[in-house]
């Protein structure tokens, strides 16, 4: 079963606007920045993307990683601005694997994450260009 799913932001979200941007710091240490292995930082992007559900329009906010050797935010003139999340993908970490009576793994519960390549302003947007997500 594939664990990560690319987004097509254009016909998920009817909105999504930048808020902040922070680094993503070392699990228990949170004066230390964490870095993928190739020393690369991360940073955590919060947005609040509209969609529709149900007939109805949901806001909600997202916490996006991003790995960026600068600010990913740092392009942004202010907040709240509509965004572009460049490669935007989500994935799925399984909870807990189970090994069910016919002696088949099962994956039971699971979180939800989501990653980008860049956030970008709409505004610097080429002309004409779709969403990458």
Avoid: C
């Avoid at 941007?21 to 870095?35: C, H, I, L, P, R």
């Avoid at 601005?81 to 909870?95: I, N």
């Amino acid at each position: 079963m594939p664990a990560i799913f690319h987004v097509d932001q254009a016909r998920t979200f009817k909105a999504v606007m930048f808020m902040s941007v922070s680094a993503k710091t070392v699990f228990g240490n949170n004066e230390v920045q964490d870095k993928t292995k190739d020393g690369t930082p991360k940073w955590e992007v919060q947005v609040v993307a509209s969609f529709e559900q149900f007939g109805k329009i949901e806001n909600e906010i997202l916490k996006i990683g991003v790995n960026s050797h600068k600010n990913p935010g740092e392009a942004l003139q202010h907040m709240p601005q509509p965004v572009e999340l460049v490669g935007f993908r989500v994935g799925v970490s399984p909870v807990e694997k189970r090994t069910d009576s016919n002696g088949r793994e099962r994956i039971t519960g699971g979180t939800a994450w989501y990653q980008a390549d860049e956030v970008r302003a709409l505004n610097a947007v080429p002309a004409g260009r779709k969403s990458e997500g």
